[in-house]
């Protein structure tokens, strides 16, 4: 009876709380879906992102350069999660100091997703959620240069998720419309998706391959012990990111 609690844990935890670990926010590696954490889950965490994960534009100063984010999410009720990150940038430390170059600079947003629809196992409908990433910004009129402007990751979603149980394997399908403000990241714009698996042997590990309107990454999500969850994935096959979080519910 014990072993069998355990796995049921084990199954719940992933079924409900693997995240988009680059915002803190529940998705894939780049790209969003309609999951969503349990009500009352926090996040906080950093993540390393490769130059080819990176917006094109905004990040390069001397060459187009790696960077990391830090982040903190919670999900107040099921069917909303919020979520703040900055993400470092190079630049100098400011007039009195031009010459001294490093991350000295970051870009910082707030994310939103909210859920009407949340699906049930073993009926026909999927969960569907609508949601953005640095909606807003009030410092930017004015500048004609896309480069220098906020919003850098700005976009808004809609996202569909449908999970099939095979016994105690779980695979998930995921499809989403995407629209990016920033023309530098038209290539993430349409229609992007994905597929999860977590296996019946190991419930908290979790495959994807996803499609990200550009390229096409594989990753893996894996929650050690009981708070402690890892991402790692490789953009186009090859260039790595990954990161790490602390969780755990405040309910």
Same mark, same amino acid.
């Given at each position: ?38 009500? =009352? ?8 992102? !490769? ?13 187009? @350069?790696?960077?990391?984010?830090? @982040? ?15 993400? %470092? ?65 700005? !976009?808004? @979603? ?21 629209? @990016? ?11 992007? =998706? ?28 894996? #929650? #050690? ?8 994935? %490789? ?14 519910? %405040?309910?």
């Amino acid at each position: 009876m014990r072993k069998l609690c355990l796995i049921f844990c084990f199954i719940h935890l992933s079924v409900c709380a693997f995240s988009q670990q680059y915002t803190g926010m529940s998705g894939l590696i780049h790209v969003p879906s309609a999951e969503m954490d349990e009500a =009352g889950d926090f996040r906080i965490g950093t993540h390393y992102l !490769n130059k080819h994960f990176l917006p094109d534009e905004a990040f390069d100063y001397e060459g187009k @350069y790696h960077s990391w984010d830090f @982040y903190a999410s919670i999900t107040p009720f099921s069917w909303i999660e919020i979520g703040y990150t900055f993400t %470092l940038r190079k630049g100098n430390r400011g007039d009195w100091a031009p010459d001294d170059i490093g991350y000295h600079r970051k870009d910082q947003y707030f994310s939103l997703k909210l859920r009407p629809l949340k699906e049930k196992k073993g009926k026909w409908w999927p969960s569907i959620a609508i949601g953005t990433n640095d909606p807003y910004t009030g410092g930017d009129k004015g500048q004609k240069q896309e480069k220098n402007r906020n919003q850098i990751f700005g !976009n808004y @979603y809609v996202a569909m998720t449908k999970h099939i149980w095979f016994g105690q394997h779980v695979f998930g399908a995921h499809l989403a419309y995407r629209r @990016y403000r920033r023309s530098y990241n038209d290539k993430w714009n349409g229609i992007v =998706g994905g597929i999860t698996y977590q296996p019946g042997f190991a419930p908290n590990l979790r495959g994807i391959v996803e499609y990200t309107g550009d390229d096409i990454n594989i990753g893996a999500d894996c #929650l #050690l012990w009981k708070h402690l969850r890892m991402q790692v994935s %490789l953009q186009r096959g090859k260039y790595f990111t990954g990161g790490i979080c602390y969780q755990a519910n %405040l309910f």
